[in-house]
């Protein structure tokens, strides 16, 4: 079974910069892409950004310009680097691998943002 860890949630003043980690771990099987989301109190979860297989990366315009994935492949972990963070970044992050048989959920991570 895949499990995916998330690290480094926190609060931050605005203005500031933050790191997330996802580290995998279990059987991952064929191409694979992790993707981050973000979800507030009743509001949808949100997509952020992405990172497939071959290293290409995609992000939303909420977060771009703002915003990095990157990966350690020797550490099987993704990393998602936030600046210039605004108290509307407030939310709780979630990182979802995607590999040939399904789909696979970290834990999430809180961010909060303060003025």
């Known amino acids: 079974q895949v499990q995916l860890v998330e690290s480094g949630g926190g609060s931050v003043q605005a203005g500031g910069s933050l790191r997330l980690s996802c580290a995998a771990s279990g059987s991952i099987f064929g191409l694979k892409y992790i993707d981050w989301f973000r979800q507030a109190p009743g509001k949808e979860r949100e997509f952020i950004a992405t990172?497939?297989?071959?290293?290409?990366?995609d992000y939303a315009d909420s977060v771009r310009g703002r915003s990095t994935i990157s990966r350690d492949n020797a550490k099987n972990t993704v990393y998602l680097e936030l600046t210039n963070l605004k108290p509307e970044d407030t939310a709780e992050y979630f990182c979802?691998?995607?590999?040939?048989?399904?789909?696979?959920w970290g834990q999430g991570a809180q961010v909060t943002v303060s003025s």
């Open positions: 979802r691998l995607s590999d040939y048989y399904g789909d696979y």
């Open positions: 990172i497939v297989d071959n290293g290409t990366t």
